[in-house]
């Protein structure tokens, strides 16, 4: 009785005869495709795996979602808080300007001009006299909410905290000696110097007073 293409059977044993031809030993061309020797289930499995390593695992995408939401946590806050500094800082330096302005147009025009702070309602304004009639140079300006004038220390070295207080500008090239402290919504402070031979003026954080 035959059993299989490569043995017989002789007194119960199995005797393989010596035609080799395995599947190992057929030429290149009866093998049309070497998928064909490929298991279905292998190739699928394979197919499987390559797909899964050219992508991203839900855990590996949520933890680059969370590293990102870590780095914007600590970013952003600070953007804003400096974003806010510098805004403070160019009210205080506009005010800066226009004091230098006013020194300037004091000597122009050769006459005496007034820059007018209003501490309650925080804002401020340049006006001259002619002959007891105000005229006023400067639109009426006002601070933001976020920056107050804290108070204005005049030459005679008096603190003055409300009303009304008048920075005198002298068309011979002088201005009265001041110091002017702000503060901001976060309790910080700022000092506004100015320099009364030239008008210039600068800017200190915190609350300083000259000696």
């Not at 409300?162 to 976060?186: K, M």
Request: a negative charge; charged letters at 25%.
């Amino acid at each position: 009785m035959k059993i299989s293409t490569l043995g017989t059977l002789n007194n119960n044993k199995i005797q393989y005869s010596d035609n080799k031809s395995s599947i190992f030993n057929l030429p290149l061309e009866s093998c049309k495709d070497s998928e064909d020797l490929v298991p279905e289930i292998l190739r699928i499995s394979r197919g499987k795996s390559l797909i899964k390593s050219n992508g991203f695992t839900l855990l590996e995408l949520s933890l680059v979602i969370l590293v990102i939401g870590i780095v914007l946590s600590l970013v952003l806050p600070n953007i804003g808080i400096h974003k806010s500094k510098l805004e403070k800082e160019r009210q205080i330096e506009k005010i800066s300007q226009i004091i230098k302005s006013v020194y300037d147009l004091s000597q122009v025009q050769n006459k005496e001009i007034n820059l007018l702070f209003n501490l309650d309602e925080n804002k401020f304004q340049a006006v001259s006299l002619i002959d007891g009639d105000e005229e006023f140079l400067l639109p009426e300006k006002k601070l933001s909410s976020a920056l107050k004038i804290k108070d204005i220390v005049n030459f005679k070295g008096d603190k003055i905290t409300e009303g009304i207080v008048s920075l005198i500008f002298n068309p011979a090239g002088f201005v009265e000696p001041a110091t002017i402290h702000f503060i901001d919504s976060d309790s910080k402070f700022y000092t506004l110097f100015i320099n009364p031979l030239t008008g210039q003026s600068y800017v200190e954080d915190g609350y300083w007073e000259e000696e």
